[in-house]
């Protein structure tokens, strides 16, 4: 079935240093890829999307790239601060007979250290 | 404005019972989206609405789960006989639906269930 795998599910950085997520979606019909922060004991909320005809898209401190040929994509946050702390989902959803489904990869853990 | 509300916020039950949890989606969206999230795991998709439309029931793990939703407004999930693997967080979702298909879901704090 289709499936959307995201790695790593853990990352510790340094404050200031990058962070990079990676997420792999198995449906080639899959054109919006969005990206969502969760804080402990909050709902997700959408930090930055992408779509299936952009390569790259960037706001601030934080990127997102797709390859579409290898059904790739993955966030890169910069300079990163405290408060990036958080888990991370990545989606992909396409429309199916008139539902917009989101296959939600399994979060990555996001420590930032002081 | 306000947000996606969902109540109650938490809720402890005993095995076999049955409960009911509430989402207020925002004002105007059509869509709406009901998640389980167990510890530590991403987010399972369980039921879809879109206005008058059939809704999506795919996610549903058991006939023991359903959802209601009256119009474009409010929205129940009512889960029957309560067993301890139904312990999860409940997250609700709504959005607006756009023609390109590129449609924002705004989440609720999401309705946290312990099953005893």
């Known amino acids: 079935g289709e499936n959307v795998e995201q790695h790593p599910s853990t990352l510790s950085v340094q404050e200031g240093d990058s962070a990079v997520i990676k997420c792999t979606y198995s449906d080639s019909a899959s054109n919006y890829f969005p990206w969502y922060k969760q804080e402990l004991g909050k709902g997700p909320q959408l930090i930055i999307d992408i779509r299936s005809n952009v390569g790259e898209k960037k706001d601030q401190r934080i990127a997102v790239t797709l390859n579409k040929t290898a059904k790739h994509f993955s966030l890169h946050i910069t300079e990163t601060q405290p408060e990036d702390s958080a888990v991370y989902f990545c989606a992909a959803s396409k429309r199916t007979s008139g539902t917009y489904k989101y296959i939600f990869g399994t979060g990555t853990r996001l420590k930032v250290l002081a | 404005g306000a947000g996606v509300s969902q109540s109650p916020s938490n809720k402890v039950t005993e095995k076999g019972k049955d409960v009911e949890l509430r989402c207020d989606p925002i004002?105007?969206?059509?869509?709406l989206y009901w998640y389980r999230q167990r510890l530590g795991q991403g987010l399972e998709f369980l039921i879809y609405?879109?206005?008058?439309?059939?809704?999506?029931k795919s996610g549903l793990p058991s006939d023991r789960f359903s959802a209601e939703r009256t119009g474009e407004s409010v929205s129940t999930l009512t889960i029957q006989r309560t067993q301890q693997e139904d312990s999860a967080v409940y997250l609700c979702?709504?959005?607006?639906?756009?023609?390109?298909?590129?449609?924002?879901?705004?989440f609720g704090p999401g309705t946290r269930l312990t099953v005893l």
């Open positions: 004002s105007g969206h059509t869509a």
């Open positions: 979702a709504s959005s607006l639906v756009l023609l390109a298909g590129y449609n924002e879901q705004f």
């Open positions: 609405f879109q206005g008058n439309s059939a809704p999506d």
